[in-house]
């Protein structure tokens, strides 16, 4: 299990090596600078900032000075935001980020698993077709649609719900969860329902109900956890795409997470930030998938001796 | 689902008081402020977002009264120029402070502007001191010493000020944010005078010498002021603490202001204007603004080298239905590039929109009824607003000229980097007045001039804005600008469209608001009225 564990962190370092330099040239080779603005400074002023950020290096001393700092575990100072450094920006935005994701992810199982169960339960009745056609609505809506959509409703018609913030005022986190967890809620619904029906025709179960028990034993305590297995392993990559999709959402409601300072690191050329939160969200993402990895292989001994074939 | 959600809810279903109602009550003012704001060093940022907040927590030797704009003392209570026009001397407030009771002298402005112009510091606003006596020199590290620059402190409340040459408009540059003073302690507390984003400017570091102090900076989510107990003038000042918000969206925006989150907005939905000026009129701000919005030809490239051609594009454009009908938020048709009626100055020569002559010109050129014209482009930002200008554009083009365009639309800084580096034919463009004169117009089109960008040179237009700068008065002054104006006219390097709107929503509380054309709000006159 170890060996495995080393094995796979050994694999993510060229990955993310190659994350960092495909992004590193991406950037650079994009027109317009960190500096370029709609009214043209002297070009004496542009040519002392260049060399204060060392842009005026040759791009492959760049590349290699950047290594070096990040080597140290340094992502350097913004170009946007002169005054704060891209280590810190991560550090004050990931964990808003984070709980956002989490939330979004424990509402989609609470919401997602028992309406999969119900409607698995009674196949082809109302109590089927009615919630999975509106999951697949959730699946289809995208946050940017929902989110203004749930702010009319909670937000400014019957003023139930704050329309913006995040832990400003009270109840704020809940628009935002909702919006960003639907769509996963719908997967998971969907998932459930499938695993549950597989299960619920197999044989032990009919065993099971054949020996009388009643419904909410053959479901709960039979059917339930094997059924939702498909669920755990879609959990992995669902929480690295909630992180990564959380920029949407933290948009629409003002939460100063991470995700908003990424896509105006894109839109400002602040080179430093778009490399630092990149790298940041690729490491995040190999992380996570690692860890899912990791339980599907304790899950299930077939699979460890894999690697090493 | 739903009706789970909507129980939870229920259960603390009373109604809290909204932000804005708690804000007039104590005095907080909510604003929306667009994006977040970069820093708020006076020396190293450039943007309208930072300004806003600069105004409240900095002010300069002046500043200007909201109603007429003329200018008025502030930190220096009085000032005299000499015959010349060459030499000011201002007199420093006695009770004038720094918010952490400091005294604040003369030589606070001189170490300020030395800061502003060191080489370094990489401020690309300097080019705004460089009226004063061999600043520039001293910015392009011509000159080392900065004592050779025209800026001295004759004793703690006397500065003087000596200018490269007479400059109409030197104390409206006062107010601009590079001039504002900075506290020599604090800045070299954290680094050295011509370090860049040192931490300075955080709240826990902060010292200014606005009305207001910074209380809290959390990126993306709060810029929070409070008003400063030391400003000379706090016994005028209402507002107890503003608020801004940093909200890049503006649909966001407007839901946080219906939502009673916001008590004024930084902007205003296109598609809601129409409605709020028919439902609630009183709750929308529409006024002209000190910007242009114009279109810059390409004069380098073969075809409209020629000056029919150019004529030929301007003189077909319909303003007025682009502002009836695309733009629709109250826009003024523009036939030049000045505003009308900057402190006095209105444009005489126009451009035209004369489809027969506009038609006569492109067949004296060789194109008869747009026959053999090659297909050319329309260069924009990616933005729906300008797609649908240049779609009217392109029609108008094709229904007059019958030539056939293009459109292309590229990301902001993608496009400044082909504007600059003139890879275009046509493009979409705009500028925004720095300080209330003409000049902040007319120089850009200057030979070479680092915002021309369209490659047009006219030696007689250099002589007139050098001529403009050293005029003895106004009406001089005004004369050479309006010849200026003449020449722009004339040679069409660029197809002004239409001077800019700013909009804004209000609650009904903000009290002190005037209509002025540089949209300038100082917060000293703002106050909020209680709830009833």
Redesign the interface.
Known sequence: MIKFIFLRVFQAIPVLLFVITITFVMVRSAPGGPFDEDRAAPPEVIKNLNEKYNLDAPIYVQYFDYLKQLAQGDFGPSFKYPNRSVNEMIYTGFPITLELALYAMLFAIFVGVPIGAAAALKPNSIQDYLPMSVSMLGICLPSFVLGPVLVLIFGIWFELLPVSGWGVSAGDKILPTVTLGSTYAAYIARITRGGMLEVLSMDYIRTARAKGLNAYNVVIKHALRPGITPVVTFLGPAIAGLLGGSFVVETIFQIPGLGRFYIQAAFNRDYTMILGTTIFFAALILLFNLISDVILVWLNPKLRKAPSN | ?VAG?LLI?GA??E??KT?VEIGNEQGILHKGNG??P??I?PH?T?GMTEYHIQMAVFEGLVSKNPKTLEIIPAVAESWTISDDGLRYTFKIRENARWSNGDKLVAHDFVYSWKRALM?????????SVYVIKNAEKF???EITDFSEVGVKAIDDLTLAIELEHRTAYFLQLLDHHSMFPVHQKTIEKFGKIDD???????AENFVGNGPFSIKEW????IFSTTRNPHYWDNDNVSLNEIHF?P???V??EE??F??G?LHATNDVPLEKVAKYQANQPERISVNPYFGTYFYRLNTTSPLLSDVRVRKALSYSIDRDAITQYVTKTGEISAYNLTPPKIRGFTAQAKQLFDPKEAKRLLADAGYPNGENFPAIEILYNTSEAHKKIALAIQQMWKTTLNIDITLHNQ????????Q?TMNYQVTRS?WIGDYLDPNTFLDMFVTDG??NNTGWSNLRYDKLIRLAAKADSQEERYTYFQEAEKLLAEEVPIIPIYTYTVRHLYTDSLQGLNDNILDYQPYKYLSLKKNK
Do not use: F, I
């Open positions: 689902m959600l809810l603390c279903g109604k809290a932000p994006t977040e970069a820093d060093d190293t450039t080489p370094a510091l990489g401020n690309q606003y300097a080019y910015n392009k590290n860049r984003g040192t931490s300075w400017t955080r959390v990126p993306n989510k918000h909200v890049e969206n649909v966001t839901r946080m219906r939502a989150q990301e902001w800084k993608v496009y400044l980097d082909t600059r705009s680092g915002n």
